[in-house]
């Protein structure tokens, strides 16, 4: 797991994680898990959530990003309980995620699910916690910041 406010590199490090495991021969699949919640429903909705399970168990590695951003309910989080179960010592799974894992229950909309998701994610896991400022607003802030200070100084 991967953790931490937005900008500060988690999706960066798993995208990395996962090309030196591509690079090693491994079997990768990459998804943010909006997309992947949204696959699991379709898939249910046709009758081939079995199917689609099953797909998922098969790489070695599965890059779940951006947990946590839209809030799952609860059909959604039990379809994703299906996959984290199935791949449980079976295969890798990254989860980076803007929350830290006590809101997760808010997130999957039942305490007993995100419990269960938790408990099968973290056995055996690294979690990585990153902090600090976003790699992506450090430069443009820095630019508002001087705009804001030039502007300042031509009005007095």
């Keep these: 797991m991967i953790l931490g406010p937005p900008g500060v590199g988690k999706s960066h ?25 949204r696959g699991l429903r379709k898939a249910d909705a046709l009758g081939k959530l ?13 890059v779940l990003d951006e947990a946590g951003y839209p809030p799952l309910d609860r059909a959604d989080a039990n379809r994703l309980f299906q996959v984290v179960n199935r791949r449980y010592t079976r295969g890798s799974t990254i989860v980076t995620s803007n929350k ?50 030039d502007h300042e100084e031509v009005t007095e």
């Excluded at 973290?122 to 790699?135: K, M, R, T, W, Y």
């Design 50 to 62: 079995s199917s689609k399970l099953t797909q998922l168990q098969r790489p070695h590695l599965l």
């Design 13 to 37: 490090i798993s995208v990395g994680l996962a090309m030196e495991a591509l690079a090693r021969g491994y079997l990768v699949r990459c998804a943010t898990l909006d997309d992947l919640v």
């Design 100 to 149: 830290n894992v006590n809101e997760w229950a808010q997130t999957f909309g039942d305490e007993v699910l995100a419990a269960a998701i938790l408990d099968r994610l973290l056995h055996d896991a690294e979690v990585l916690s990153i902090n600090g400022p976003s790699f992506r607003l450090k430069g443009r802030l820095e630019a508002l910041g001087q705009q804001d200070g």
